[in-house]
């Protein structure tokens, strides 16, 4: 029996109060596109004192632990941080040394599915998951 392989569509946003500060992670995962998708995960972490661009790799790295879960065959990862994407994507190099670990594992945990987009997008395509994260930093908790 074929196993079918899901298309998934993982929002990620990190955010920071303060910069470094309380920080927290926003996630969204959908199954399918665009018109026809379904919210399998919507979750907000908190994260501690971190920064902005620690919070937005927290965010991909959880996302993608929960992924593995569901054993995706696509993902397109969709973030509003320049930063982060131009990393994955190689056309910027990790210069903070506080971004090696969790880009060196967010790399490591991408080759794990079969394929996978980064996606830039403007702020306000990224609400669900930028509201997540602040509030989770605002609250200091997790939030389902």
């Given at each position: 029996?074929?196993?079918?392989?899901?298309t998934v569509s993982?929002?990620?946003?990190g955010?920071?109060?303060g910069?470094p500060g309380?920080?927290?992670a926003?996630?969204?995962?959908?199954?399918?596109i665009?018109?026809h998708?379904k919210l399998?995960?919507?979750r907000g972490f908190?994260?501690?004192?971190?920064?902005?661009?620690?919070a937005?790799?927290?965010?991909?790295?959880?996302g993608l632990?929960?992924l593995?879960e569901?054993?995706?065959?696509t993902?397109?990862?969709?973030s509003d941080s320049?930063l982060?994407?131009r990393?994955l994507q190689g056309?910027?190099?990790?210069?903070?040394?506080?971004l090696?670990?969790p880009?060196?594992?967010a790399?490591?945990?991408?080759?794990?599915?079969g394929?996978?987009?980064?996606q830039h997008?403007?702020r306000e395509?990224n609400?669900?998951?930028?509201?997540?994260s602040?509030?989770?930093?605002?609250?200091?908790?997790?939030?389902?």
């Open positions: 029996m074929l196993k079918r392989m899901l993982l929002y990620i946003d955010a920071s109060l910069n309380d920080a927290g926003g996630v969204v995962v959908y199954e399918g665009r018109e998708r399998l995960v919507q908190y994260l501690g004192k971190q920064t902005n661009n620690f937005e790799y927290a965010a991909l790295l959880v632990a929960v593995l569901k054993n995706p065959g993902v397109t990862v969709h320049e982060l994407c990393q056309a910027y190099r990790v210069k903070h040394e506080n090696i670990f880009y060196t594992l790399k490591l945990l991408l080759a794990r599915f394929e996978v987009r980064i997008i403007p395509e609400k669900e998951a930028d509201a997540l602040k509030k989770s930093a605002e609250l200091r908790r997790n939030i389902e």
